[in-house]
Nanobody, 115 residues
C-alpha cells in the first residue's frame, strides 16, 4: 500500500505563488507517474500536470507557462510550483501516483486565489 500526503495549499492573492508538495510512503514501485489534479466546486476533476519517473512532463493548456511540476525520487516527493495564480485556479488539488498496476490518491489540499 502507498500513502500520499499533500501540503502547501492556502489562500493567496491573484498573481501570487504557491508550491504544493506530495510525499509518497509505503511500497512504491518504479517506474511510475505522479500527477496533480484539481477539482473546483461544481466541476469535474481535471488533470493539471504529470511527471514520469524519468522526468518527462505534461501540462494542461490552462497552466502552461505558469505551473511547473518536478519530483525528487530520492524523497519520493512531487512538487507543483504555481506562479501567476488566477482566481480560476481555485480548487482542491489532489496528488496521484500511478505505477501502471495500482493507483493511489492523496487527501487533497485547498488552494484559494482571491481577486
Amino acid at each position: 500500500q502507498v500513502s500520499l500526503v499533500e501540503s502547501g495549499g492556502g489562500l493567496v492573492q491573484a498573481g501570487g505563488s504557491l508550491r504544493l508538495s506530495c510525499t509518497a510512503s509505503g511500497n512504491i514501485f518504479s517506474p511510475n507517474i505522479m500527477r496533480w489534479y484539481r477539482q473546483a466546486p461544481g466541476k469535474q476533476r481535471e488533470l493539471v500536470a504529470l511527471i514520469r519517473s524519468g522526468g518527462n512532463t505534461n501540462y494542461a493548456d490552462s497552466v502552461k507557462g505558469r505551473f511547473t511540476i518536478s519530483r525528487d525520487n530520492a524523497k519520493a516527493t512531487a512538487y507543483l510550483q504555481m506562479n501567476s495564480l488566477k482566481p480560476e485556479d481555485t480548487a482542491v488539488y489532489y496528488c496521484n501516483l500511478d505505477d501502471f498496476r495500482r493507483n493511489f490518491w492523496g487527501q487533497g489540499t485547498q488552494v484559494t486565489v482571491s481577486s
